[in-house]
Structure formats: C-alpha cells, structure tokens
C-alpha cells in the first residue's frame, strides 16, 4: 500500500507546469480570499490538481469550502542576489521567508528603476535560512550601483529559479 503524500513532486515537464499553476492559485487565495474553484479557474488547472500540489496549504472551513493557510512550508526555489553579485538559486521552505525574499527583489528593481533606496532600509542586518545556511540581504546602494554596472543584475530579473530539465 502507498500513501499519499499532499505536496506532490513533479516527476516530469507537465507536472512542474501544473504545480506551477497550483502554486499560482495558492498565492490568488491568500492575496484576494477567493474560493479554490475560482484561484483555479484563474489559472486554467482544476481544482483536484492544486489540492494535489499544494494540499498542505489549504484547509477546509467550517462551512465545508477550501481556505488557504495563512503560511505553509512547501518547498519552492527561488534565485537570490548575494552580497557577491552572484545569483543562485535557493530552496525555500517556509512561504513567510520566500515572501521576504520576493519583497526584497521587488524592492531591488524599485531602486535599480528611480533610484530609491528607502524599501532596502528594512532589510539592513536582516538575514533568512535556506538549507541550513544563513543568508543576507543586499541592501547597500553603492555595491547594488557597482553590480549594475558590471551587469550582474539582470539574472535577478526572475525571482523564481526557471527550471530547464527534470
């Protein structure tokens, strides 16, 4: 007999699409409050995939329709700027520490577009864990400005890791 784990693995292509979507749809129903059946509409997958995908971050209410949690701990990779200028991708495994980095990476194009600094501010000193290892946020201005013009910057233009082959 084999059990049946709540945050599938994709194994193939059209599996990491899908769970692609249910995480998509997972994100709609926290952000908006909206009903499983419609974040999957939303993002063309039924509704029996994103339970398959994401099945640990949604929960039953009382009055029997699916609700999202408020956090969840379903790994996602996510590529991060490094005080080095080097992106790499990290697996996160907690959805509070990938929004921090995802608001970290919006706030990083803020700057690198009209050239305010204030949205680092919050991230000065601020550190997350990925894999055991401790990680730390760019936030100064003149080593974001020196890896602008070396050119590294353009990698983190993408904050989730683009996966090319299983």
Do not use: C, W
Not at 41 to 52: C, F, Q, W
């Amino acid at each position: 007999m084999t059990t049946r784990r709540r945050n599938r693995i994709p194994r193939n292509e059209a599996e990491a699409q899908d769970r692609e979507r249910a995480l998509a749809a997972r994100a709609l129903m926290r952000r908006e409050k909206v009903s499983l059946r419609a974040a999957a509409r939303a993002y063309e997958t039924d509704p029996k995939t994103v339970r398959r995908f994401v099945g640990s971050a949604i929960r039953k209410d009382k009055s029997g329709r699916y609700r999202a949690t408020r956090y969840d701990r379903i790994p996602v990779t996510i590529n991060h700027l490094m005080l080095d200028g080097s992106v790499v991708p990290l697996r996160i495994r907690d959805s509070r520490t990938a929004s921090k980095i995802a608001e970290h990476s919006n706030e990083l194009r803020k700057y690198r577009r009209i050239g305010d600094s204030s949205g680092l501010a919050q991230f000065r000193g601020k550190v997350f864990r990925a894999d055991g290892v401790i990680h730390q946020f760019l936030t100064d201005p003149v080593a974001i400005d020196r890896l602008e013009d070396a050119g590294s910057l353009t990698a983190i233009e993408s904050l989730y890791y683009a996966r090319t082959a299983l």
